[in-house]
């Protein structure tokens, strides 16, 4: 089997991951026959980790799951998680990265949803894949209702209270 250049640096990734343990020889075997068997070149092996490393942040898989069904200007998802804007601003720059989900700006208000159709298959399957792991999650439920409570206060109020909100 020809190894092409890519595949080759993938190949010494793996064996690294295994000698670093991180990965056990079966499950380095597997990743790289399937990657070889979908054909998954740099960008998808690019796109998956973007994918994968997007959504391993609690408070990244919170933001998504308070996207289901609606958009939200960064200020309403600041309130829900409690975290400081330039926090909140990277974590939303991580997720558009990874095409999870899609932003918008109108005059100083960033508004956020999540991925549409046309987003990359892989992106979508994610999203289903989290959202449906969410849907009894203790911290998932807290945070709906204070958003329900978010969603009765004007997005301009609500940054106004946050006194250093850039949206």
């Not at 990657?35 to 919170?62: H, W």
């Not at 974590?91 to 100083?108: C, D, F, P, T």
């Not at 709906?144 to 409570?149: N, P, S």
């Amino acid at each position: 089997m020809q190894l092409g250049h890519f595949q080759t640096d993938i190949g010494v990734f793996l064996a690294s991951a295994v000698a670093l343990r991180v990965l056990t020889p079966p499950r380095a075997g597997y990743i790289f026959r399937y990657m070889a068997k979908y054909n998954i070149g740099e960008t998808g092996m690019r796109d998956l980790l973007a994918i994968t490393k997007a959504l391993a942040d609690e408070n990244r898989l919170r933001a998504i799951a308070l996207l289901r069904g609606r958009e939200l200007c960064l200020c309403q998802i600041i309130e829900v998680l409690g975290l400081a804007p330039s926090t909140v601003s990277k974590h939303m720059s991580i997720l558009h990265q990874a095409r999870l989900v899609e932003s918008r700006k109108e005059g100083r208000w960033a508004y956020f949803r999540l991925a549409e159709d046309d987003a990359p298959s892989e992106a979508l399957q994610a999203l289903e894949l989290v959202l449906a792991s969410l849907k009894q999650d203790k911290q998932g439920k807290a945070d709906q209702q204070q958003l329900k409570a978010v969603l009765k206060i004007e997005p301009e109020e609500l940054c106004r209270m946050q006194a250093n909100c850039r949206c």
